[in-house]
């Protein structure tokens, strides 16, 4: 299993910007994704979920309404846009797979989003 | 949102010791409950699932229990490698929650 993450760089606060995460080594299509991210120093936290034919979606709190979460299950890779960035939306965006009991069992090496003007 | 307390929040123990990681929730997860280690510079990594299930390449010095709001994560002896900051999650609706880590330092 092999997710590898891409998208992160610095961007300005109120700006977009999309991550994506190519996945393979895994049937994708029969699994759910997840994003996870952890702030510099900080733990981690869950951001987003998406169900293997994207008919169930979820979103954290502080995120709902900016995010959106998606797959191509045709290119294997997984993706976040993320609207309207803040300070505190500053982290490591983790990809994480999910296995069919609830927990995440692949995880890539993270994307480094920095929000700064 | 089901909020995980971890306890302590800093172990430090010496090698060949036992370790007793907790992790409280704030209403029942049933045992939707995993547990993480993590090593700086690293992504974390699954140790258990589903409460007490080893993920695949485990060592069994690694253990889980509990069930309900109160979970326990135990590395009967402790090797080297182990000291780190390990997380517990819980995923009993779509969206997931973690505690907030407990390091195992070096004593």
Known sequence: VQLVESGGRLVQPGTSLRLSCAASGFTFDEYAMHWVRQAPGKGLEWVSGISRNSRSIAYADSVQGRFTISRDNVRNSLYLQMNSLRGEDMALYYCAKANDRRAFDSWGQGTLVTVSS | ?????????????????????????????????????????????????????????????FSGSGSGTDFTLIISSLEPEDFAVYFCQQRITWGATFGQGTRLDLK
């Open chain 2, 1 to 61: 949102e089901i909020v995980l307390t971890q306890s302590p929040a800093t172990l430090s123990l010496s090698p060949g010791e036992r370790a007793t990681l907790s992790c409280r929730a704030s209403q029942s997860v049933n045992r939707y409950l995993a547990w993480y280690q993590q090593k700086p510079g690293q992504a974390p990594r699954l140790l258990i699932y589903e409460a007490s299930n080893r993920a695949t390449g485990i060592p069994a010095r």
